[in-house]
């Protein structure tokens, strides 16, 4: 995975889904049941307990739901190199992390770092962050991406934080490569109790509404 194949898919989809779950009873059918939702790219959290052990078995099963599943909340370069070594398709982060983003630049791996003012941005993008995270999204709303435009023309933006079905469509209005969707989509009730049906049916929803 490339950050221009990263790109494709998210613009098609228009949006990523993040989960953040006290268990997860199967990665590969979680990453199932939201590719047959319509939603193909899958951001497993450092915020889950076993993270990698999760990612792992949802890399070795890509064959079957292909889904591409990536790593968020990546802190440390450790953390960075075991979300890689564990399959990780590319990696988020929720502010600017260097380290990370060396570790991600050497394993040829996308990763997408959080900013959120001006300043933050041009450094994310001088780290070598082809797709930029504004985090949280729902403090400055969607005009924000829209006025981030002007200083930096053609930036991929992701939205994360706040984002729901009844809003989505005006970050993507606003210019925003894709929207991150967090407990509408994947409510950590949900995901612990593998109710995968559910899960598909809120990802279908999500999309219609994009």
């Not at 989809?13 to 993040?18: G, I, K, P, S």
């Not at 792992?56 to 079957?64: I, S, V």
């Not at 930029?132 to 981030?148: C, N, S």
Request: glycine share 10%.
């Amino acid at each position: 995975m490339n950050n221009s194949e990263l790109e494709r898919i998210l613009a098609e989809d228009r949006t990523l889904a993040v989960v953040r779950a006290k268990a997860i009873p199967d990665a590969a059918r979680l990453a199932e049941a939201l590719a047959k939702g319509g939603i193909r790219t899958l951001e497993l959290t450092f915020t889950t307990p076993d993270v990698t052990r999760h990612l792992r078995r949802a890399a070795e099963t890509a064959g079957d739901h292909g889904a591409v599943v990536g790593v968020g909340t990546v802190m440390t370069a450790a953390q960075a190199r075991e979300a890689i070594d564990a399959g990780a398709q590319f990696l988020v982060t929720p502010g600017l992390r260097p380290d990370v983003a060396a570790v991600a630049r050497e394993a040829g791996v996308p990763i997408s770092l959080g900013a959120m003012t001006p300043t933050e941005v041009a450094a994310a993008l001088d780290l070598g962050s082809e797709i930029v995270k504004i985090f949280p999204a729902r403090q400055l709303g969607p005009q924000y991406l829209k006025d981030l435009q002007g200083p930096f023309p053609g930036i991929k933006l992701l939205p994360s934080g706040g984002v729901d079905a009844g809003n989505a469509r005006g970050y993507l209005d606003a210019g925003a490569l894709a929207v991150c969707c967090g407990t509408s989509v994947v409510p950590p009730a949900a995901v612990d109790a593998g109710d995968w049906d559910d899960i598909t049916a809120r990802a279908k929803a999500f999309v219609q509404a994009l």
